[in-house]
């Protein structure tokens, strides 16, 4: 199988993950973290303490205690979004958001939270970043943006509207998930104040681990309340970060793993391994781009991440990616979860068929794909001639 769907989560993992996800789970070694003096108590406390480190590190985070562990992104926006904003507040989202974004917003909106949408520049396909001021009010409380598009794999310039969001008082929190792992990212030089991840993408960790990072302490209240290990007689959860947003057992053989994939990616450098999958993403548009029977959304001129959005003339996106998958070559079909951009773009009902390269794929599979991608087109064009 070729696999190009590493957008939704990446399946090859290295070998360090797996090993680190199965040592905790087999070796009889690793208990509860923060619930316990004893040996196998301490030494999972010691895996989460070493691997908020490594998140802090990667993003460059103040303190290790502004790193909070989450399931994935999804609960990670959650606890921001809800956590934050109160009846009468203006937040602010882009037409490439993903409805862990959009719907908390939308469910906030029946509690009296107001929201506006920065729109799709349709000249360039890009968020028209030059409207953001205009949409700020008195009220706005933050501004809430995925770094890149999870559909067409275009950027949000992130310093751009850190400045405008900070000139107004505004949060800015930014959903890393199609970029951490993939591109740089250090949240004190490029001005973001709330960073949320997931593990089981570009970070290569396994599925359900994610978290959030702060740039200093902000007033969250908690989407879960429950044990926390400390201060167990306050009728509250604890007034201290990262316990305040923990509540319940931590998830600690993905912790283990993610720590794995992090020491992986940093050893290989994010930047070398984020310029691979680019590469190859640019590589499999170029092959592919003189098809007229193709519509590519992605902006090849502008800075993207390893993902390509396309679409065949008259064909639906689901019956691509099925013939794709006939083929062997495993593609996303459909909304993606993220419908502003296709009521934008105009493929609500065709949808958008999307190819996700990581640093783990390989030339030889963009050619053989492209190979296959053009003769269909070429049928495409043939069938549309008679």
Not at 68 to 85: C, D, P, Q, S
Not at 259 to 271: F, L, P
């Amino acid at each position: 199988m070729i696999y190009l769907d590493n957008g939704a989560t990446t399946i090859f993992k290295p070998q360090s993950v797996a090993q680190a996800v199965y040592r905790v789970l087999s070796s009889g070694e690793y208990g509860n973290p923060s619930r316990g003096a004893y040996h196998a108590a301490v030494n999972a406390s010691e895996i989460v303490y070493e691997t908020r480190q490594k998140v802090a590190r990667l993003f460059n985070v103040p303190s290790n205690s502004l790193v909070v562990f989450t399931k994935n992104v999804t609960e990670a926006l959650n606890t921001v979004i809800k956590g934050y904003l109160t009846p009468g507040d203006h937040v602010v989202m882009t037409a490439y958001d993903h409805n862990s974004v959009l719907r908390p917003i939308y469910q906030l909106a029946k509690r009296g939270i107001k929201n506006s949408c920065v729109s799709l520049n349709l000249q360039n396909n890009l968020v028209d970043l030059n409207k953001l001021e205009d949409m700020i009010r008195p009220e706005t409380k933050m501004m809430v943006c995925t770094h890149a598009s999870n559909v067409i794999g275009n950027l949000i310039d992130i310093k751009k509207v850190a400045k405008i969001c900070h000139r107004h008082n505004v949060i800015l929190v930014v959903d890393a998930a199609q970029t951490a792992g993939v591109i740089p990212i250090d949240m004190q030089e490029m001005g973001i104040d709330i960073l949320c991840f997931t593990g089981h993408k570009s970070l290569y960790g396994p599925e359900g681990i994610g978290g959030i990072c702060f740039n200093q302490s902000i007033d969250i209240e908690p989407l879960v309340s429950g044990g926390s290990g400390i201060d167990s007689y306050n009728h509250s959860m604890p007034n201290r970060f990262p316990e305040k947003l923990e509540g319940g057992t931590l998830n600690v053989p993905g912790i283990a793993g993610l720590g794995a994939g992090i020491d992986y990616i940093q050893n290989q450098r994010v930047k070398n391994q984020g310029e691979k999958s680019i590469k190859l993403a640019d590589m499999f548009a170029h092959q592919i781009n003189h098809n007229s029977n193709i519509t590519i959304y992605t902006n090849l001129t502008a800075p993207h991440v390893g993902t390509i959005g396309l679409n065949f003339r008259g064909i639906n996106s689901a019956d691509i990616s099925d013939y794709l998958n006939d083929r062997g070559i495993a593609t996303r079909a459909g909304a993606h979860c993220a419908p502003l951009i296709h009521q934008a773009l105009g493929t609500t009902t065709q949808g958008i068929t999307r190819f996700s390269f990581c640093s783990l794929n390989t030339e030889e599979e963009v050619r053989q794909t492209s190979r296959i991608i053009n003769h269909l087109a070429k049928i495409v064009g043939e069938d549309s001639g008679r």
